[in-house]
């Protein structure tokens, strides 16, 4: 089974700090995305990545930035985290086969900044 | 540009009961369409998805979607519903014609099965 796994399930941060949540694939998956799920919002886009070293901005970039240095982990980076920033964020992953892949999620980090 | 709408942000059926939730969607060209469903405090599970061919497909624990080009639907079905079933569902759409492999989620549908 393709195991998505984040680094934290539930996160404290304070206004101004900056702030990691890391992703983990196990599948060797070429994509990686990080969306932020909001009530009444559904899921939105941040940034994805199609391999190491690359990164597309998705459709809510602002104040965040993304790493990917190994293929397997993308890291999403609060630079100065700000209550707006509060919300469940979600990391996915699919291999790029030329078929249509289903998305493979990790458990969520719920990120509270006061 | 593509889209996808979840017309329902709530939808209650009883036990037992046949269940629908419904998905609109708006692509260029033909849609590539998924389901996933998230229970409480977990991340999205897959459910099913339409490429092509038949318009009825079949998924995990017994969901089903009837893709209906003429509406521009794939809402999502099951025969007999669940207490298990309860959980917050989202359609999304990828277009082909887009040579990134983004999908757009909706923004879900709480499915509250009654016992």
């Known amino acids: 089974d393709v195991k998505v796994t984040q680094s934290s399930r539930y996160l404290v941060k304070r206004t101004g700090e900056k702030v990691f949540l890391e992703c983990v694939q196990d599948m060797d998956h070429e994509n990686m995305f990080w969306y932020r799920q909001d009530p009444g919002l559904g899921l939105r886009l941040i940034y994805f990545?199609?391999?190491?070293?690359?990164?597309e901005k998705g459709d809510i970039p602002e104040g965040y930035s993304v790493s990917r240095e190994k293929k397997e982990r993308f890291s999403l980076i609060l630079e100065s985290a700000s209550t707006n920033q509060t919300s469940m964020y979600l990391c996915?992953?699919?291999?790029?086969?030329?078929?249509?892949?289903?998305?493979?999620f990790g458990p969520g980090t719920r990120l509270t900044v006061l | 540009a593509q889209s996808v709408a979840q017309p329902e942000d709530q939808v209650n059926v009883a036990e037992g009961n046949p269940l629908t939730v419904k998905c609109t969607y708006s692509v260029s060209g033909n849609p590539y369409l998924f389901w996933y469903v998230q229970y409480p405090n977990r991340g999205l599970q897959f459910l099913l998805k339409?490429?092509?061919?038949?318009?009825l497909v079949k998924g995990s624990y017994g969901f089903e979607a009837e893709f209906n080009k003429s509406q521009t639907s794939f809402h999502l079905k099951k025969p007999s519903a669940l207490v298990s079933d309860s959980a917050l569902y989202f359609c999304a759409v990828r277009d082909p014609m887009n040579r990134d492999d983004k999908i757009i989620f909706g923004k879900g549908t709480r499915l509250h099965i009654l016992p």
């Open positions: 996915a992953s699919h291999p790029r086969t030329g078929k249509v892949n289903e998305q493979f």
């Open positions: 990545s199609y391999d190491v070293k690359m990164k």
């Open positions: 339409y490429i092509t061919g038949d318009n």
